[in-house]
Each structure stands twice: as structure tokens, then as C-alpha cells.
């Protein structure tokens, strides 16, 4: 497992123009490494509102959620052929090839994120060998819901509902608790 160390965490404010050519970075590493290992892959990113996406916070979230993925594919059975973790201004990034079928593999994502403490805060996609990316709608399951209130969080999202400041506040609580489980 490659952690990352929440305590070099850049606190940069990303800008949209970096936070649109990372996605787009992002997408050429999935394509590039869909093609050298033909194989399910796991693209995992913390869900981060505000301008700051690499902060100590997102790292140590980032951390728990790489942790119960390789858990869950050690409980699974599945072999990870790669994966990398990639410490980036614009949030922690990791990728995982998967010898498993890609439904199979984003039917225990999503039980993940439901079962963990912080699962709310983990964006998990899944991607087949052929590069299509499986939604929860491909599984019939409602969208996700807003971290503060129970309306879609695409929704609140895009209409600013929420302060940031509030959103940091549910997320550091979320990692409190999380952190404490795991101290048990």
C-alpha cells in the first residue's frame, strides 16, 4: 500500500484551470494503464469541497479509504496487479488494477462506501478493461446524497447550498470518528 503523508499536504488553492487539467491527467493514466493491463481498474479520489484539495485532512481520509480497498480485495480474493498513490495539489489520487470483474468489483465499492465511516467521502469509480466507467445507476441505486442534508449531492453541489466551512466541519467530524474506530 503507498500511503500518503498527510504532513506534506500542499494547501494549495486550486484554481478551475488546474482542476480541469488534472481530470484530464487523470484520464490519460486510466487510459494508459487500461491498456498495459487489460483488466478492471479502481480510480479513487476523496471527495474535497472549497478550493483546497490537498490538505492533511484529504490525505488522511485518502489513507483510510486505500486501506479498506486493499482489505477488500485481500477479503475478495482478487489480485492487484498494480497500484499507485499519487500525491497532487488538485487531492490525492490512487490507482488499482483489479484481476476481478469490473461488476463484481463496484458492487463491493459501493458496499464499501455504505459500510465505512467515511465511505461518503471517497469518490471509488470503477472502470471495465474497455474503459467504460460503471455508475451506481448501472446497479439501479439512487445518486449520492449531500453531506449535510439529504438531498442529491450533485444538487447542492451546483447551487452552493451549503457554506464550506460546514461541509469541513461534517468532514473533520467524520475523520474524527473514523480515526477513533480505528484506534480500537
Known amino acids: 500500500m503507498f500511503y500518503l503523508l498527510p504532513t506534506l499536504a500542499t494547501?494549495?488553492?486550486v484554481t478551475l484551470p488546474e482542476l480541469l487539467?488534472?481530470?484530464?491527467?487523470r484520464q490519460s493514466r486510466q487510459t494508459e494503464w487500461l491498456a498495459r493491463h487489460t483488466s478492471t481498474?479502481?480510480?479513487?479520489?476523496v471527495v474535497a469541497p472549497g478550493p483546497i484539495k490537498d490538505s492533511v485532512m484529504t490525505r488522511k481520509i485518502f489513507n483510510h479509504?486505500?486501506?479498506a480497498l486493499c482489505q477488500r480485495a485481500e477479503q475478495s480474493g482478487w489480485e492487484i496487479k498494480e497500484q499507485a498513490s499519487f500525491a497532487l495539489a488538485t487531492g490525492p489520487e490512487g490507482l488499482l488494477a483489479i484481476d476481478a470483474p469490473a461488476r463484481v468489483v463496484k458492487e463491493a465499492m459501493i458496499a464499501l462506501e455504505h459500510e465505512q465511516l467515511l465511505g461518503r467521502l471517497w469518490d471509488i469509480d470503477v472502470l471495465n478493461p474497455l474503459g467504460k466507467i460503471l455508475s451506481?445507476?448501472?446497479f439501479s441505486l439512487p445518486s449520492r446524497t449531500c453531506l449535510l442534508c439529504n438531498r442529491e449531492a450533485a444538487l447542492c453541489a451546483r447551487e452552493r447550498a451549503h457554506p464550506i466551512p460546514?461541509?469541513?466541519t461534517r468532514m473533520e467530524a467524520l475523520l474524527h470518528d473514523a480515526d477513533k474506530a480505528a484506534a480500537v
Open 11 to 13: 494547501s494549495h488553492t
Open 136 to 138: 451506481r445507476r448501472d
Open 65 to 67: 479509504g486505500l486501506k
Open 41 to 45: 481498474l479502481i480510480s479513487f479520489t
Open 21 to 25: 487539467f488534472s481530470r484530464e491527467c
Open 166 to 168: 460546514d461541509l469541513i
